[in-house]
């Protein structure tokens, strides 16, 4: 079987499972597991692909029919420029992201130390580290099996983060930071048992934000400032619909201060 024949046949098959760009993820996963471009794949009518290949590829293609995500079926997601390790253990990093780690970014070039709070896959922190040499970063989650990832992409990318293990600010007591940043779970608990196929393969933790969805937020807004240094500033991701009522949180707490961004679509996120 050519390539062209082999990624047409599979984007049917997802196509018919209602799976999101068949097309594309067919000739992606192909591409994967020869390392050539998937444009070229999608073209070849040429090549004959070899048994072994075609019976990995078969392997991965069952996955993403049963609606594993596609990045970890590939083990990568590009955040930041840069291409981050994820598997099942950890959530998959969302563009909205980029643009709450570009606002640590600027904030960053007058500061000293960051936390990256419940870090997932690291990618907020090993990007901060990344684009601001020299600063002091650290990086906590609760889940052990998270923080491995995180530890991979780290070395892997060659950042230099220091790792804590624990709930929270449970995590890094006695410490304090120029910046706290976070993209806590933040979906109600409900909603959680109506998300889209590849979403609820997400580990849940990474999700579930308590039963309106603002545990964690509540939590943050009244333990962060024991934390942050003079002047100290928190970012948060959002949920839809949740920026004023995290703000208002914020305020509560005896926040002076805040502020709300759009994310690309123009809806208040962070």
């Not at 594993?68 to 992201?97: A, C, K, N, W």
Request: with cysteine; proline share 6%.
């Amino acid at each position: 079987m050519t390539p062209q024949a082999l990624i047409r046949e599979t984007t049917a098959l997802f196509q018919a499972a209602g799976i999101p760009d068949p097309a594309w993820d067919s000739a992606l996963l192909l591409a994967h597991l020869t390392g050539k471009p998937a444009l070229n794949l999608r073209l070849d009518m040429d090549t004959q692909l070899d048994e072994a290949l075609l019976t990995r590829f078969y392997a991965l293609r069952d996955q993403r029919l049963q609606r594993v995500p596609l990045q970890y079926l590939l083990h990568q997601q590009s955040f930041m420029g840069h291409d981050f390790y994820v598997d099942s253990r950890v959530l998959i990093p969302r563009p909205e992201t980029e643009l709450l780690t570009e606002l640590a970014i600027a904030e960053m070039q007058h500061r000293r130390t960051a936390l990256d709070l419940c870090c997932g896959s690291g990618c907020i922190g090993i990007s901060l580290a990344l684009a601001v040499p020299g600063a002091d970063i650290h990086s906590a989650d609760l889940s052990p099996d998270a923080l491995a990832v995180t530890r991979r992409n780290a070395e892997t990318l060659g950042a230099q983060i220091t790792l804590h293990q624990g709930d929270l600010f449970a995590a890094v007591e006695g410490l304090r930071f120029d910046l706290i940043i976070s993209n806590p779970p933040y979906i109600p608990t409900e909603d959680c048992r109506s998300l889209q196929a590849e979403v609820m393969q997400e580990p849940g933790m990474a999700l579930d934000g308590g039963a309106d969805g603002y545990d964690f937020y509540r939590r943050i807004a009244q333990e962060a400032p024991a934390h942050l240094n003079a002047n100290g500033v928190v970012l948060l991701e959002v949920g839809f619909d949740q920026a004023e009522g995290v703000a208002a949180l914020l305020r509560q707490a005896g926040f002076q201060e805040t502020c709300i961004h759009q994310d690309l679509q123009g809806i208040p996120h962070m």
